[in-house]
């Protein structure tokens, strides 16, 4: 089945982000179209990136992630290059609260005041009136962390984020900014191999929030150079049988493993792009899915 029969015979699944969103939920994580080493400049291949975003549009994509981090700032603005006027039913979402200076000097700034600057520079960058989902990027062990999430409560009472998110925190984080404000998503790291978030996820599909898990695809054998034979046991039995690769049975693993999960995998290549939103027609059976979950442990 080719892309354009996939796009045209399959409704993506979708979750309500917010209660008022619908987002597809396999969308696409920006953050690797910036300069490298250390995701840090603008990307070096501008025109490409553009035509990779509005081809991810084309395909169905409704939900991009983003940070002020990536570039830093060079990412929105190429959001906003290739796509703004933004389609009605696409969702941005970025992140603010890291502040990075270098390709190897990244730390947290979670004080109201950067908070601040950085939701406003990113409405300018993004050329947005308003920022429909705004996360902080992760705790500042140096500001309390309810004074950080009270500064995106007072951002959305003044109409410039519509949502709130959280990412890189624990279950204690999310339930003590729940009594601050509605909380809609949190971005944690998790994939097939990398489960130590699982009690955030349960959380999170306990209380309706959207759960979002950076490095979808992980390391190897998830990365798009890994040969197909680096994957092993069930994984690669089972891609094998699906006539998948390796990298659509995990996002297919990940959109069964839990309802409010949305992947955004990322990538610079626009067939990689259309191989990773192809995996949302993968259906596993339950005894592929169980086979899976005892994977990490192979």
């Known amino acids: 089945m080719s ?21 597809h939920r396999i969308g696409y994580g920006a953050m690797r179209l910036c300069g490298q080493p250390g995701n840090f400049g603008p990307f070096a291949d501008w025109t490409a990136g553009e035509k990779l975003l509005r081809r991810a549009v084309e395909l169905g994509v409704t939900f991009i992630d983003t940070a002020e981090a ?27 609260g890291v502040t990075k200076t270098s390709p190897t000097t990244i730390f947290s700034d979670g004080r109201p005041e950067n908070l601040r600057r950085a939701c406003e520079a990113s409405l300018q960058r993004l050329r947005a009136p308003r920022i429909d989902l ?12 309810a004074d950080s999430v009270a500064t995106l409560a007072a951002l959305r009472a003044e109409g410039k984020i519509r949502h709130i998110g959280l990412s890189n925190v624990t279950v204690a984080h999310i339930a ?16 097939l191999r990398e489960r130590s978030a699982d009690d955030t996820l349960e959380y999170c599909e306990r209380n309706g929030v959207a759960f979002l898990p950076y490095g979808p695809l992980g390391a190897q054998p998830f ?27 995990a996002l297919a693993w990940l959109l069964r493993r839990s309802p409010n999960i949305i992947a955004i995998p990322g990538t610079t290549t626009v067939s990689h792009l259309e191989e990773n939103l192809a995996a949302a027609r ?16 192979q």
């Open 3 to 23: 892309i354009r029969d996939f796009q045209s015979s399959v409704n993506p699944p979708t979750f309500l982000l917010g209660g008022d969103l619908p987002v």
């Open 70 to 96: 990536y570039g830093p700032g060079h990412n929105e603005e190429l959001i906003a290059s290739a796509l703004h006027p933004y389609p009605a039913g696409l969702v941005i979402t970025t992140k603010g």
């Open 134 to 145: 705004y996360q902080l990027h992760r705790p500042d062990p140096q500001v309390p962390f």
């Open 176 to 191: 003590e900014a729940r009594t601050i404000a509605p909380i809609v998503s949190v971005q944690n790291r998790y994939n």
């Open 223 to 249: 990365e798009r150079n890994a040969p197909l034979s680096a994957a092993s046991g069930a994984l690669a039995a089972i891609a094998a049988r699906l006539d998948a690769t390796p990298a659509q049975v």
């Open 282 to 297: 993968l259906a596993l059976a339950p005894e592929d899915f169980a086979a899976l979950s005892d994977w990490k442990s």
